[in-house]
């Protein structure tokens, strides 16, 4: 067993981080923020307050993946199907993803991430574009850590979009049809240099993918835990790493 500590040894935030070995720590953690809204309604207060803890605890979760060297965290903040939400809670939704994103930027930038925008364009307020595009300017050549903020969001429509543009590649006759592969498909999806998911991780008791990165996720494990995200800190993050690192990954083989 290789016993190298962590690959990055970067802690801006001094976590004590437990000891994994290199190897068993995730290349790419899918975290799905959830449970927001039940956390404020059960202390009898608007969903809305839920949302806004979840800043902060976003924020940890970067600290502890960059503590324990994981290159990749994508967290999902705005589904293709949260717009069937009421009106007032998309609108609050979008303004408060548009100011995070002004008030965090700076921070990231100065922890080494890069930041991504995974998600479609359509119908996303055009605010939030200009502030994920101005992070993502900011921070392109950061190397520390890679954050995908995905916001209007849907795995499916990841794929339908990556058909859309192979289609007319292939009427351009840039492509030939038998040529796809799972890994020319993959050049097509939002961030091509995105590795596969490792871990997948899912607070606030409910056991589903809910529509996130639902290719790159094919072989992920799952971890599911109970807390719902405003309380979620950088412990449990630690906890699901080391949870990743006890299985035992297979990919269809035998050991
Ligand atoms: C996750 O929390 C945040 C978003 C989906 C934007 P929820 O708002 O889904 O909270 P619950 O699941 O209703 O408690
Ligand atoms: C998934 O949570 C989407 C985000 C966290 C952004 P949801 O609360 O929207 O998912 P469901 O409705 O429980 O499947
Ligand atoms: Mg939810």
């Not at 998309?90 to 008030?103: A, P, T």
Request: charge should be neutral; hydrophobic fraction near 40%; charged fraction near 30%.
């Amino acid at each position: 067993m290789n016993m190298d500590v962590n690959p990055n040894p970067t802690n801006p935030a001094g976590l004590s981080t437990p000891d994994i070995p290199a190897e068993f720590i995730p290349r790419h953690i899918a975290l799905v923020m959830d449970g927001n809204g039940r956390w404020a309604q059960e202390r009898g207060m608007p969903r809305t307050e839920g949302h806004k803890r979840g800043e902060a605890v976003l924020m940890d979760a970067v600290d502890a993946c960059l503590a324990m060297g994981v290159p990749y965290l994508s967290a999902y903040a705005f589904s293709t199907e949260n717009w069937r939400r009421t009106a007032s809670e998309v609108r609050f939704l979008m303004g408060f993803n548009r100011d995070v994103l002004r008030r965090q930027r700076d921070m990231l930038h100065e922890k080494g991430v890069r930041v991504v925008w995974l998600g479609r364009r359509p119908r996303l307020w055009r605010s939030v574009i200009r502030e994920l595009e101005a992070a993502e300017e900011l921070t392109r050549n950061n190397t520390t850590m890679t954050l995908g903020l995905c916001i209007n969001y849907g795995g499916r429509a990841e794929l339908v979009d990556a058909a859309r543009k192979i289609a007319r590649d292939a009427a351009d006759g840039k492509i030939v049809p038998e040529r796809i592969s799972e890994e020319l498909l993959a050049q097509y999806l939002y961030d091509p240099g995105m590795p596969d998911v490792d871990l997948f991780l899912r607070p606030s008791g409910e056991k589903r993918t809910s529509n996130f990165l639902i290719w790159q996720s094919a072989y992920a494990e799952m971890v599911y835990q109970d807390k719902l995200f405003p309380d979620f800190t950088h412990e449990d993050m630690f906890a699901a790493i080391e949870e990743y690192a006890r299985r035992d990954r297979r990919f269809g083989g035998t050991k």
